[in-house]
């Protein structure tokens, strides 16, 4: 009886031990996950900014997600770019302030709010990338002078 009773609790420390192994794997696989799908995301994101600091409009428009035209046209996209590097001066510095990143109904949508500073003042960005077969690309785009 005792011997079974041992063997009970070493084949139930075995069977324990073996399931969290296995969730701590699942676990560690969807953080590298996370993480990489936050890194190219953000990268995406950070082009945007460094296309802009450049003034290099054409390759902005390489970060944007074809389904913002249907809200917008490039014209007015960039209409409006132009109008806040004329009332706000050249872009010095941006960074990530948070980040969110969301699956549902099988799409998956990474938000970042970004501080920018510009000459004449700071302003805070909101971006939505969506990712789809050709990588993240922006969606939305919002800037809130502060």
């Known amino acids: 009886v005792k011997h079974f009773i041992f063997e009970t609790i070493l084949t139930l420390k075995y069977y324990?031990?073996?399931?969290?192994?296995?969730?701590?794997?699942?676990v560690?696989?969807?953080?590298?996950?996370?993480?990489?799908?936050?890194?190219?995301?953000r990268k995406v994101a950070e082009d945007f900014y460094k296309y802009?600091?450049?003034?290099d409009y054409d390759k902005v428009f390489?970060?944007?997600?074809?389904?913002?035209?249907?809200?917008?046209?490039?014209?007015d996209i960039l209409s409006d770019l132009k109008a806040i590097d004329e009332e706000m001066g050249a872009m010095n510095s941006f960074s990530s302030n948070n980040f969110n990143i969301e699956t549902k109904n099988g799409k998956?949508?990474?938000?970042?709010s970004y501080k920018?500073?510009?000459?004449?003042?700071?302003?805070?960005?909101?971006?939505?990338?969506l990712k789809g077969s050709d990588g993240y690309k922006i969606i939305y785009y919002s800037w809130k002078k502060q």
Do not use: H, P, W
């Open 16 to 26: 324990v031990m073996k399931r969290v192994l296995l969730l701590l794997g699942v």
């Open 116 to 129: 920018v500073v510009y000459d004449k003042g700071v302003m805070i960005d909101t971006l939505s990338l």
């Open 28 to 41: 560690f696989s969807l953080m590298f996950i996370s993480c990489q799908e936050i890194s190219d995301a």
């Open 108 to 112: 998956t949508i990474a938000s970042f």
């Open 52 to 55: 802009r600091q450049d003034k």
């Open 62 to 75: 390489t970060t944007l997600n074809e389904s913002i035209y249907d809200y917008v046209t490039e014209e």
